[in-house]
C-alpha cells in the first residue's frame, strides 16, 4: 500500500456545459454518460473513429447539463480539439477551470475534507472518492491553493498498483482502450449504449477477439533510466526479442515500475528488460486479462 498527499500540476480540468451536454459526451464517449447518477465519476475515453484512444480522462458528471474533464496536460489541446470537431452542432460550450488539484490517500486526507460520498462540493472546493482495486484515494479540486509538495512518483505508483493506465500524449492514436484494460475498470467502457465514436472497433474486439493486447505492469529490483514509448526486450531460449511498448513508469523506492501493452497470452513467468546488460524485470500478476 502506499501513501502520499501531493499536488499534481501536470493535470487540469476542463468543464463541459450546456443543454445538450450529455447527448452530446454520450455520442462521443466510451462511457454510458446517461446512467451515471448525478455527482459520480468514472475513468472514460474518448476515441477517434478507428476506435484509437485520443484521450483518458476522469470524468465528472454533476448533472446532465455540466461536466467536468480531469485530464494529463500533455493530452491538450489536440484532445479537446477532438471533442470540439464533433460538437459545432450541439448546444455544448468548453471552459478550462482555474483549479488546483491535489491527490490523498485516506490516511493523508486533512481532516476538514472528510467525506461520505463519491462527489462533494462546497462554494471552492469539489472532493471526489474514488474507489478503485487496491487502494482507493481522493482528488481535491480547489480555487484555495493548499501547501502540498509534488509527489508524482508516488501518484503513479497508485495508478499502477491499482491497474490504472498512466495516459499521455506519447500515447495517443495507438491503442483501442480494451488495449489498456479499460473495460474492467470502473464504468469505462459500455458495451449496450449504442454508438459512439470508435464503437464498432471497441465491439468487435470484445465480441470477435479481435484484441490481442492487454497492459501489464513490469517491476525490476533497480532504478534505471526509462524511455516511455520505447518497446523492452522478452526472453527466449534462444536469446532476447524486442515486444510491446512502454506507457509509462514510476520509481517505487528503489524499484522500478512499468506499464507496457503487451501481447496478453504471454506467460507471468517471461522475463524483461530494457537493453542488453540491463536489469531484468518480472510481470506483476495480472488480473484485468481476458478470459
Known amino acids: 500500500m502506499t501513501q502520499f498527499a501531493s499536488q499534481l500540476t501536470n493535470y487540469c480540468v476542463i468543464e463541459i456545459s450546456g443543454v445538450d451536454s450529455q447527448t452530446f ?3 462521443q464517449l466510451t462511457c454510458d454518460v446517461v446512467k451515471m447518477p448525478d455527482n459520480s465519476s ?3 475515453a474518448h476515441c477517434d473513429p478507428k476506435g484509437k484512444m485520443v484521450s483518458l480522462f476522469r470524468l465528472i458528471k454533476f448533472s446532465s447539463q455540466q461536466f467536468w474533464f480531469i485530464f494529463e496536460k500533455s493530452l491538450l489541446p489536440s484532445a479537446l480539439d477532438q471533442l470540439k470537431k464533433y460538437a459545432v452542432f450541439s448546444k455544448v460550450s468548453f471552459m478550462a477551470k482555474e483549479l488546483s488539484i491535489y491527490a490523498f490517500t485516506a490516511d493523508q486526507l486533512p481532516e476538514d475534507l472528510s467525506v461520505d460520498t463519491e462527489v462533494y462540493q462546497t462554494a471552492t ?3 471526489l472518492h474514488i474507489a478503485a482495486p487496491e487502494q482507493g484515494y481522493y482528488l481535491l479540486l480547489t480555487e484555495t491553493p493548499r501547501n502540498f509538495i509534488e509527489d508524482q512518483d508516488k501518484w503513479k505508483a497508485l495508478h499502477i498498483l491499482n491497474g490504472q493506465p498512466l495516459f499521455n500524449a506519447q500515447s495517443q492514436g495507438e491503442f483501442i482502450p480494451q488495449a ?6 470502473e464504468r ?3 458495451f449496450s449504449k449504442g454508438c459512439y465514436i470508435g464503437q464498432e472497433t471497441i465491439a468487435r474486439a470484445k465480441y470477435r477477439g479481435a484484441n490481442k493486447l492487454a497492459m501489464f505492469t513490469l517491476i525490476s529490483d533497480t532504478r534505471e533510466q526509462v524511455d516511455i ?3 523492452v526486450e522478452m526472453a527466449l531460449e534462444s536469446g ?6 512502454i506507457i509509462n513508469f514510476t520509481y517505487n523506492d528503489q524499484q522500478t515500475w512499468l506499464q507496457v501493452v503487451l501481447n496478453k497470452d504471454i506467460s507471468l513467468n517471461t522475463l524483461f528488460r530494457l537493453h542488453e546488460n540491463g536489469a ?3 510481470v506483476l500478476a495480472n488480473k484485468f486479462i481476458e478470459e
Not at 180 to 185: S, W
Open 25 to 27: 459526451l454520450q455520442g
Open 42 to 44: 468514472t475513468l472514460a
Open 125 to 127: 472546493d469539489t472532493i
Open 180 to 185: 489498456l484494460n479499460l473495460q474492467y475498470l
Open 188 to 190: 469505462a467502457i459500455s
Open 229 to 231: 514509448g520505447n518497446a
Open 240 to 245: 532476447w526479442r524486442r515486444t510491446g511498448t
Open 280 to 282: 531484468t524485470y518480472q
